[in-house]
């Protein structure tokens, strides 16, 4: 495994880390090997994750019983990974609401998770309002003071959102959709990021099964995003590699990147995914290929807007 630098936490995570959303919820692109695993079989799966190298395990409190399940599995080995959770903000945001709502929400996390500190906490899916009303990150640096938490992060879906917390400059660390087919990050997220040294972890990598070959379930609402994996997939046949080691190697050599997750319930993908982030980076002809291949409708590279 390869580790790299998370920005100015000097944080050394490993390239590949694990997203655990599929232990705790049904998630994905629903087709015949698509399935939660059991209890045993989760906490299997996070063991035979370090066990490959991989030290950052990424949660929520919004994923059902994964904060839980992680925290049984892993409870023993807790020197042996960095954790990084999410707390999710109430709909009304006000000073009132906010701070017990926030608290409280950390402190089920430690308990899950069995544990005394959450290394990153990250506000879930946050608006450019939250970000910008700054209340949110104040309960969290009071929060890191009295040693619940060591670093402060944000989950973004947007440009937007994204360049507010880059511009906030109190978020260590920002985590954002990029993928084969959404470069949406790479003209100003990705190096303004760079340039203010904050921490980036990649989510959706393989847009939510798309860019592998669960691509086939994708409903005909969705034939864009199909078509356009098929042609990722040609390129990918011509270069010997399957589809999801390029869908990793695009993102993975972006210098912007700290570390890509992985969200898989399946351990012989876990496996897969881990030599992935061995390979050398891509020639730059393939980049190149890779670039020319867009969809129109962006609606269909936001899972959350899929009819699945």
């Not at 959770?85 to 996390?109: D, G, N, Q, Y």
Request: hydrophobic share 45%; net charge neutral; charged share 20%.
């Amino acid at each position: 495994m390869r580790y790299r630098r998370l920005g100015r936490t000097n944080l050394h995570v490993s390239a590949l880390a694990l997203g655990t959303v599929e232990l705790g919820l049904d998630y994905g692109i629903p087709s015949g090997d698509h399935y939660r695993p059991t209890p045993a079989a989760a906490e299997a799966l996070l063991a035979q994750a370090l066990d490959h190298g991989i030290n950052l395990i990424d949660t929520a409190r919004a994923y059902g019983e994964s904060e839980a399940i992680i925290g049984r599995a892993l409870r023993a080995r807790r020197h042996a990974f960095i954790l990084a959770s999410k707390v999710v903000l109430p709909a009304e945001v006000h000073a009132a609401a906010l701070r017990p709502a926030i608290t409280e929400s950390v402190e089920t996390s430690l308990r899950q998770l069995q544990t005394d500190v959450i290394d990153l906490l990250q506000i879930h899916s946050a608006s450019v309002e939250v970000i910008q009303q700054g209340m949110a990150i104040e309960v969290l640096e009071d929060l890191r003071r009295a040693g619940w938490i060591r670093f402060i992060g944000v989950t973004t879906y947007s440009a937007e959102a994204s360049l507010a917390a880059i511009a906030d400059r109190r978020y260590d660390c920002l985590q954002i959709a990029y993928n084969l087919l959404d470069r949406r990050p790479e003209p100003h997220v990705l190096p303004q990021a760079q340039a203010a040294d904050i921490g980036v972890l990649v989510r959706s990598v393989l847009l939510k099964g798309a860019l592998t070959h669960r691509s086939a379930h994708l409903p005909d609402a969705l034939h864009a995003l199909r078509a356009a994996a098929a042609c990722l997939n040609t390129i990918a046949d011509q270069y010997a590699l399957p589809l999801p080691a390029l869908a990793y190697r695009y993102v993975l050599d972006h210098p912007a990147v700290a570390s890509a997750l992985i969200g898989t319930a399946r351990s012989s993908e876990l496996i897969q995914a881990c030599g992935f982030v061995e390979l050398p980076p891509l020639p730059h002809a393939i980049h190149t290929r890779l670039r020319e291949i867009t969809i129109g409708d962006v609606q269909q590279l936001d899972p959350s807007t899929w009819p699945l």
